[in-house]
């Protein structure tokens, strides 16, 4: 895993502080998602950093009722804390394409239904190209066709930090203020800013979930890592993938990039 050193972590704050300006100048209705996990909570605080410490769009959590208690309050204290206006899309666990039916194209569909509903234009999504090789074809401003499809053989050029959104016929663009980011970079942050983090990174009883996704398909890894020092010092020295606590993750790529091809996050 590459890894930027802290004294570029400035630069990649400026970077997408600029994103989400940007963001907020090209779109009329902006909405971005939260998963309660550090990368959308580090998004949050970038947003907050934007524009005076206040998130100017609402936040939508896509929830399949099964997320981690923990999650759920961590969700309502941060709501709270911050005064963000929360809208929760509820997501049906049934049968789906990538054979996980409670975190695969089940949320897409409640993320469209949401779309449609508020007129939004744009979705702010905190992906990272480290994280997975299908992410890694991104860009900052991703267009989504009126299928909610994803041509990723045909994407905008980003030249010399200007971002560009098609005029042509689109649902929606995904904005990734984040995308430079590596996992280091975002624990890096959080620890800079204070921000709170969802208990579930913190190691109990011998393990610590890495990534979060809800109950079903979300496996604890072992660790003994009670603080981000010591999730930073663990993850140097692991060689297990992030993501590698995610069942979806796991198939191969290829279904992966049918699922993002049809708008899954």
Not at 152 to 169: A, F, I
Not at 198 to 217: E, I, M
Request: aromatic residues 10%; hydrophobic residues 35%.
């Amino acid at each position: 895993m590459i890894t930027v050193p802290l004294q570029d972590l400035g630069e990649l704050e400026e970077r997408s502080i600029s994103v989400l300006r940007e963001a907020k100048m090209q779109f009329k209705r902006i909405v971005a998602l939260w998963s309660m996990g550090k990368d959308s909570t580090a998004v949050l605080s970038l947003a907050r950093k934007a524009f005076m410490k206040k998130v100017p769009f609402p936040v939508m959590h896509i929830d399949n009722g099964i997320d981690f208690p923990e999650s759920y309050s961590f969700r309502d204290s941060l709501m709270e804390k911050w005064g963000l206006e929360l809208i929760v899309a509820e997501s049906k666990i049934k049968k789906e394409l990538s054979g996980f039916s409670c975190c695969g194209a089940n949320k897409t569909d409640a993320l469209k239904k949401v779309l449609n509903e508020y007129g939004f234009d744009a979705v702010i999504v905190s992906i990272r190209r480290d994280e997975h090789g299908i992410r890694a074809k991104e860009r900052f401003f991703s267009p989504r066709d009126k299928y909610f499809k994803w041509n990723y053989k045909n994407q905008p050029e980003e030249l010399w930090g200007n971002y560009t959104s098609p005029s042509e016929d689109k649902s929606h663009v995904r904005v990734h203020p984040i995308l430079e980011w590596n996992e280091i970079d975002v624990w890096n942050y959080t620890k800079k800013e204070k921000l709170p983090i969802n208990p579930l990174y913190l190691a109990k009883d011998g393990f610590r979930y890495r990534s979060l996704g809800c109950t079903h398909c979300t496996v604890a890894m072992p660790s003994n890592a009670r603080t981000i020092d010591g999730i930073m010092a663990e993850l140097k020295s692991t060689k297990s993938e992030e993501r590698g606590g995610r069942q979806q993750d796991k198939e191969k790529a290829y279904a992966m990039e049918k699922l993002r091809a049809l708008g899954y996050m």
